[in-house]
Structure formats: structure tokens, C-alpha cells
């Protein structure tokens, strides 16, 4: 078989792949951090709390209810998405008048206490969680091996972000939500309900966060602590996407998430650090993010 | 629309309004009163509190007292994303057109509040320039069609009461003269007309009344036939 760089290809193209799974999770993550900021107004810290929910949501309805794989992809989400809901109901719809910081640090606060109530009940050691009966196995490319569950993260991330984004862009709500970003209080003038707007985008927002999670039972274990170590990450792709852009976190995430990839082949030192160092040139360089508006 | 029709059937009416953006008292009881198929300007200097007067009326100041009624019903507890269900068009100073919507987005974006408002070809064939740059970015218009486009979207909605905030402002003279053919038509449908305005001579020939406000008060009332006899009164108010 051939090198390239004197590096086997199945090692190229296996961390490749590695990467657009992690990539495909950044995208959906700060796709809907993206969406939320936008409406809101609000950093959503609990956005890693959410997807662990989304993966212990899964992992319970299996231990105790039976609820499958495909049932809990659905399920899973509407119910994390109904605990936002109530979430934005009762405490962050009294911040959206004040500043942002308000709001990320009560996020914050939210996700330490429901990570800590998960530890409390479940311990930080992970739980396994079968890949469903119909993922199981793989196909071999030729060039490389690709394990079923990991292209369908791939194909199934991929299609809600561009369908969200076909959503937002291009349908009559998706404009209802464009317009409200910019301006709630005309379109309260118009005759649209932008409280009721702002809690189902919201509500969405965290559903994505929990489907994220259902997608990473199955190769991570499904652990309380899951969420933060991803959201870190997460937010550094943000801060290089630039916040508030749909495309752009999309974009940016399936590129951070190669990126990352390559970097494990070429230089594995570098590769838990490498979207730091980006993030910190693209800071020096276009502080508003690759997609922002300049302000 | 016959008089004694419009005579029967008030449209809109403010009585002891007051209105409050925090702290600052801006409106100090306002009574206005305007019938169906009426078109009655609000004139005053800038300050005077017009805006405010619209903005009272759309429940989108911080805190209001007295009574508005809209169509017959008091609305000072109905929330702000249930006026325009009443049947109310808003189109506000600074014209609010939206940077992340086309042009027909624009338009399209108000829900239709009542039946017997306008076709999007209805109102592309009142304003031309909509139609050809339908698919640019609402905020890459001309000041000019951005007005167009702000009023255009009110009337898709078939509102039948219009709050228009200032819509000459900074506008060449055939864009205001074509503003006034428009005007004109909607009258001649039979739509109610509340205009906030600057621009004296172009409201003067359209209006059936006036109101003049200083101070966050009605001054005056002035029914348009009178105008010649209190232009003294006018321009103490307004230094036209
Ligand atoms: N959002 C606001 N907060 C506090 N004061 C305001 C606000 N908007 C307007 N005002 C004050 O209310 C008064 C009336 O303003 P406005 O209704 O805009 O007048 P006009 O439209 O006649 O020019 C002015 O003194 C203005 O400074
Ligand atoms: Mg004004």
C-alpha cells in the first residue's frame, strides 16, 4: 500500500474520519449554542450539561423502560427540550434585559448542579451503551474501514445542521426567527409572539444538544462529566466561527474537527490543543470569528 | 365611505393617556379621538411626545395609564403581540426594515391580521421598484423604497388602522409626492389614518383634522377646514 508523507492511508483516512465525528458534534453543539445566542442573548452554559442529559436520557430509557435506540433519538431530545423549556420559563426569561453575563453565569450554575446531582446518583465512571442491532458492523472502502454507527453520526449530524439551516434561511419561520434576532419589539408589533418564539427557539437549541448526546451514547461511555469536557471545546469553535452565524458554526465545526484529526496524524502532541492555538490566532487576526460581523 | 358612516364609528380613541419609559413621565393625559375613514395627523416639534403617542398605542412603551381603545375595545391589558390582531398596521420612525431578510421576506413577514388586505401583486403594481429588487437585502434600498417597503408590508396585512411615524423624513420631494398618491388611495379604501409628520405641507392637503402636541399634551385640535385661521396658532407651535 502506498504513504502519503509516510503515513499509511488507513491511518490518514481513520483519523480523518475520527475527526469529522468530533466534527460532526461541534457542529451540532454550536449550531444550536448559535441559534440560542442569537434569539436570547444568552452564552447557554448548560449546553453540555444538556447533551449529557440527552445521552442519559437514552441510556436510562433503555435500563429501565426498554425504549430503544431509534425510540430514544426522538424521545430523548423532546424530553430534554421540555426541562429547557421549563428552564427558560421560569428563570432565564427574567435575564433577558440584563447583560449577558448574567445569563452565562446562571447556565453555569445550572449545568454544575445537574452534573453534580448526576454524579451523586450515578458516579463519574462511564455506562456503556449498545450500538443498535441495524448499525452494528462496517464496510470496508478499499482504502479504509468504516464502521456503520460512525458514518450514520456523520449522515444524521449532517443532515439536521443543513436542515436547520434550510429552516432558518429559507422557510417563513426561519425569517420569524431572523427577525426577531434583530428586532423583537417590532415583530411583538407585527402580531408575533417573540416570548413564545424565544421559548420553543430555546427549546430547540437544547434538543439538538440532547440528540448530540443520544448520537455519542454508542462510542462514548455515558458518563455525568461528558458534556463540560466537550463544551470547552465546543465553545473555542464558537469563539473561531464567530458567534450568532448558522453556517458558520456548522462550517466551523466540521473544520475543527478534521483539523483536529490531521493534527493527531502529523503531530499527535499538538492535537488536544491544536483548536486553542487556531482560536487564538483567529482571535489576533479577525477577532469577530471567520463568520462574524465585524460590530 | 359616507360621513355619517365615519361620524358613527370610532376607530381609535386615547383618553388620559399617560405613558412612561422607566422613570421619565412622557405623556401627560392624551385625548384623541378618530372615526373610521378618518386621516388625522399628529404635528409637533421633535420631543413633543408623537412617537411615544404611537408607541403607547402599540403597548410598546414601559408603563401606560388611562385608556386606549382600539375598534371598541379597551386595550391597555392586551400585550403587545395582540394589537396588531386588532386589526392595526404599525410602520415606525426609523422604518424598521430587517438586514437579514430579502426584500420580499420583508414584505411577506407580518402576519395577515385581518381579511381585505393587499396581494404581494396588488402592491408590487403600487410600487414598481419593490418588484424588481425583490430579492436584494431589505436594508441595501434606497431610503426611499425602504419607506416604500415599510409601508407596503402594513398593507399586506389588512389592517385597517394605520400608525405612520414620520414616513417623509429625509425623502426627495417625487418620493414624497408619491407617498401622497398613496396615501390618497388608502383614504379612497376607506383605511383610518393616524400621521405623525414633520412635513406641514405635505400633511395639510391629506388630513381631515390635526392635533398639536407639545410636551407630551394636545395643544390643539384643528379640523382641517380651519387651518387658514390658525396658521398663527401653528406656527407658535411649530415655526413653520
Ligand atoms: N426610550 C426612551 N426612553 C426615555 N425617554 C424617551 C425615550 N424615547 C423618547 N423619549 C423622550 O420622550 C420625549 C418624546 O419623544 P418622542 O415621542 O420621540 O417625540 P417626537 O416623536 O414627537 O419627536 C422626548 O423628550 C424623548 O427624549
Ligand atoms: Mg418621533
Redesign the interface.
Known amino acids: 500500500m502506498t504513504e502519503l508523507l509516510g503515513i499509511p492511508p488507513q491511518v490518514l483516512f481513520g483519523q480523518m474520519l475520527i475527526g469529522l465525528i468530533n466534527g460532526s458534534f461541534y457542529a451540532l453543539l454550536s449550531l444550536g449554542l448559535a441559534i440560542i445566542f442569537g434569539l436570547l442573548n444568552i452564552i447557554n452554559f448548560s449546553h453540555g450539561a444538556q447533551y449529557m442529559l440527552g445521552a442519559f436520557a437514552a441510556w436510562l430509557g433503555l435500563q429501565y423502560f426498554g425504549v430503544n435506540y431509534w425510540v430514544a433519538l426522538v424521545l430523548a431530545p423532546v424530553c430534554v427540550a421540555a426541562f429547557g423549556i421549563l428552564l427558560e420559563r421560569t428563570l432565564l426569561r427574567r435575564l433577558y434585559r440584563e447583560d449577558h453575563l448574567y445569563g452565562l453565569l446562571l447556565t453555569f450554575g445550572l449545568a454544575l448542579i445537574i452534573e453534580g446531582s448526576f454524579v451523586h446518583w450515578f458516579g463519574v465512571s462511564g455506562q456503556p451503551y449498545a450500538v443498535p442491532e441495524s448499525l452494528q458492523g462496517g464496510q470496508n472502502l478499499g482504502f479504509m474501514f468504516l464502521p456503520t454507527y460512525r458514518g450514520w453520526i456523520i449522515v444524521a449530524s449532517l443532515v439536521v445542521c443543513f436542515g436547520t439551516w434550510y429552516m432558518i434561511e429559507r422557510t417563513?419561520l426561519g425569517?420569524?426567527l431572523?427577525?426577531g434576532?434583530?428586532?423583537p419589539?417590532?415583530?411583538?408589533?407585527?402580531?408575533?409572539?417573540?416570548?413564545l418564539l424565544i421559548t420553543l427557539t430555546y427549546g430547540y437549541g437544547v434538543a439538538l444538544a440532547a440528540l448530540a448526546g443520544v448520537l455519542a451514547a454508542p462510542i462514548y461511555q455515558v458518563s455525568p462529566v461528558m458534556g463540560s469536557n466537550l463544551l470547552i471545546t465546543v465553545f473555542a469553535v464558537v469563539v473561531i466561527g464567530g458567534m450568532g452565524s448558522i453556517l458558520g458554526s456548522i462550517l466551523t465545526g466540521l473544520l475543527m474537527g478534521l483539523i483536529e484529526g490531521l493534527t493527531k496524524v502529523f503531530y499527535p502532541e499538538a492535537s488536544s490543543t491544536v483548536i486553542f492555538l487556531v482560536m487564538i490566532i483567529i482571535l489576533l487576526v479577525r477577532p469577530a470569528g471567520l463568520f462574524g460581523k465585524e460590530a | 365611505m359616507t360621513s355619517a358612516n365615519r361620524a358613527d364609528y370610532e376607530q381609535l380613541r386615547l383618553a388620559d393617556l399617560h405613558a412612561f419609559y422607566g422613570e421619565s413621565h412622557i405623556l401627560h393625559g392624551i385625548d384623541i379621538k378618530v372615526n373610521r375613514g378618518e386621516l388625522v395627523t399628529l404635528l409637533g416639534r421633535n420631543g413633543s411626545g408623537r412617537t411615544t403617542t404611537l408607541r403607547a398605542i402599540?403597548n410598546?412603551v414601559g408603563k401606560r395609564t388611562g385608556s386606549v381603545m382600539i375598534n371598541g375595545r379597551e386595550t391597555l391589558d392586551v400585550p403587545?403581540?395582540?394589537?396588531?390582531?386588532l386589526g392595526v398596521g404599525?410602520c415606525?420612525e426609523e422604518r424598521?426594515i430587517?438586514?437579514?431578510?430579502n426584500v420580499e421576506?420583508n414584505l411577506?413577514?407580518?402576519?395577515t391580521?385581518r381579511s381585505g388586505g393587499m396581494s404581494l401583486d396588488e402592491i408590487y403594481d403600487m410600487f414598481p421598484n419593490l418588484y424588481e429588487r425583490r430579492t436584494s437585502q431589505g436594508t441595501r434600498l434606497s431610503g426611499g423604497e425602504q419607506q416604500m417597503l415599510a409601508m407596503a408590508r402594513i398593507l399586506r396585512?389588512g389592517a385597517n388602522l394605520l400608525l405612520l411615524d414620520e414616513i417623509t423624513e429625509g425623502l426627495a420631494p417625487v418620493i414624497v409626492q408619491k407617498l401622497g398618491e398613496v396615501l390618497t388611495q388608502l383614504k379612497n379604501k376607506g383605511l383610518t389614518i393616524v400621521l405623525v409628520e414633520q412635513n406641514f405641507r405635505f400633511a395639510a392637503p391629506l388630513a381631515d383634522r390635526h392635533y398639536l402636541m407639545e410636551h407630551g399634551t394636545i395643544v390643539e385640535e384643528i379640523q382641517a377646514h380651519e387651518l387658514q385661521d390658525k396658521m398663527d396658532i401653528l406656527n407658535t407651535y411649530l415655526g413653520v
Do not use: C, D, K, W
Open positions: 417563513r425569517a420569524y431572523r427577525a434576532t434583530e428586532n419589539q417590532l415583530m411583538q408589533a407585527f402580531g408575533i409572539n417573540v416570548p | 402599540m410598546m403587545a403581540h395582540q394589537i396588531a390582531r404599525y415606525p424598521g430587517f438586514a437579514s431578510l421576506e411577506m413577514l407580518p402576519p391580521v396585512t
